[in-house]
């Protein structure tokens, strides 16, 4: 059972990471104009993050340092800086785009409007993230995230055209009526969506408040291969309820209740609730992530007590920097700009800014003094060079992409 329970904090990174806010408009999006012609990027992006994840949490369990303190330390205080700067930015941005979320959920639970449970949600993100454990945090989020499998159910149950599918999944390009400008924006977000900057943060801290050690190395590669493969296949999922309901109609999805109508076609009110149960573990863990991670960067730069294990009042700047990230976020919101529009930058910008998280990752991984026999191998590293390569292309493809389609409107 404990080994069972070992494996959520992997579950409640991919719930939160693969399948936030982002990722249940983004593949629906993505489903709805291009069918199932950009499900491979979905693939990629899962190969991506665990092939990262795993030299982030190998790093955390061998050293007992979180990556960000082991950046600064090997890389220097600038360019530490330049990364936190960048990595902050972005997941300040993702933390709004979350909070956003579980109001637009409870919206659709209770027809009020998402800006009178805005307040609320971002108190309730700060309260869970103050007092309640880490462990119970994670296996709660974690274990109710695994409701958004019904999409999975919901897609079975829809009996699309799978030989189309299958032929989709092959064909890399735009179906007729769509431009490759649009189609590339799409690709670099549903891309960068698979690998934000805060996954590898709130990953390999995780497994410093768990103290993980060389022993629990099974356990954080078990954390990487179950967690990040499951938001693949529910992002997979995503993507194909839209592309059987609304390409054949030729409609575009834009809001979250449009990610959540296949699976109410096909399923009725019981399947309703369910994935209404899916958002709100999805995007609530995801805040969770989220204003972790803007903790746990800022204070392993300055070298600050850090971590939930820590009572508050001994990690005051910790809790400190969180909490001022909690308001930031609420009052971008309360401008009235519309969360999924904060979504959909934050993706964006996450693809300007992956190479500053990832490129350090891959140094630390390589470094004996840290990791001693640890250290990467040859596929490791391949592997890894391979994947910053594309990391590289999508950081220079993304603000040109933008552009030139209008945030992929044209």
């Not at 529910?234 to 059987?244: D, K, P, R, S, T």
């Not at 640890?374 to 990391?391: D, K, M, P, T, Y």
């Amino acid at each position: 059972m404990k080994k069972a329970l070992a494996v959520t904090l992997g579950i409640l990174t991919a719930i939160g990471g693969f399948v936030d806010i982002g990722d249940l408009v983004a593949n629906a999006e993505s489903g709805a104009r291009f069918g199932m012609r950009q499900g491979w990027i979905v693939v990629i992006g899962v190969i991506g993050i665990c092939v990262f994840a795993e030299m982030s949490g190998r790093v955390a369990a061998v050293s007992q340092r979180p990556v960000f303190d082991l950046v600064r330390e090997r890389l220097g205080p600038r360019v530490a800086m330049a990364n936190l700067v960048g990595s902050y930015l972005v997941t300040l941005l993702t933390l709004a785009a979350e909070i956003g979320g579980v109001a637009l959920t409870i919206q659709l639970a209770s027809g009020l409007p998402h800006l009178l449970w805005v307040p609320l949600t971002a108190f309730a993100v700060w309260v869970v993230l103050w007092r309640l454990k880490f462990e119970l945090m994670e296996q709660i989020f974690g274990v109710l995230g695994l409701a958004l499998v019904v999409f999975v159910v919901a897609l079975i149950a829809l009996d699309p055209p799978w030989g189309t599918f299958a032929q989709q999944l092959i064909h890399i390009s735009p179906p007729s009526g769509e431009n490759w400008g649009t189609w590339g924006y799409v690709a670099v977000s549903l891309f960068a969506s698979a690998l934000t900057p805060y996954e590898v943060f709130f990953f390999s801290s995780g497994g410093v408040e768990e103290k993980w050690t060389t022993k629990d190395l099974a356990t954080e590669r078990s954390n990487t291969l179950v967690g990040f493969p499951l938001g693949g296949v529910l992002g997979l999922a995503i993507m194909g309820c839209a592309a059987a309901v609304y390409e054949p109609a030729g409609v575009q999805v834009s809001q979250l209740s449009q990610t959540a109508l296949p699976v109410a076609l096909s399923l009725g009110k019981i399947g309703l609730v369910v994935v209404l149960i899916g958002f709100f573990a999805a995007t609530f863990g995801a805040a969770l992530e989220t204003g972790l991670s803007t903790g746990y960067s800022v204070a392993q730069y300055f070298g600050w007590q850090w971590g939930k294990r820590v009572r508050p009042r001994e990690a005051a700047r910790f809790h400190t920097v969180i909490l001022i990230s909690v308001l930031l976020g609420t009052a971008a919101l309360l401008t009235t700009v519309d969360p999924v529009q904060i979504t959909e930058l934050s993706l964006l910008f996450s693809a300007v800014v992956l190479p500053l998280t990832y490129l350090p990752i891959l140094v630390v991984a390589n470094d004996r003094d840290y990791l001693g026999d640890h250290a990467n191998g040859r596929i490791q590293n391949a592997l890894g060079v391979v994947f910053l390569i594309v990391i590289l292309v999508a950081a220079v493809a993304a603000i040109p992409l933008m552009i030139i389609t209008g945030m992929g409107q044209s």
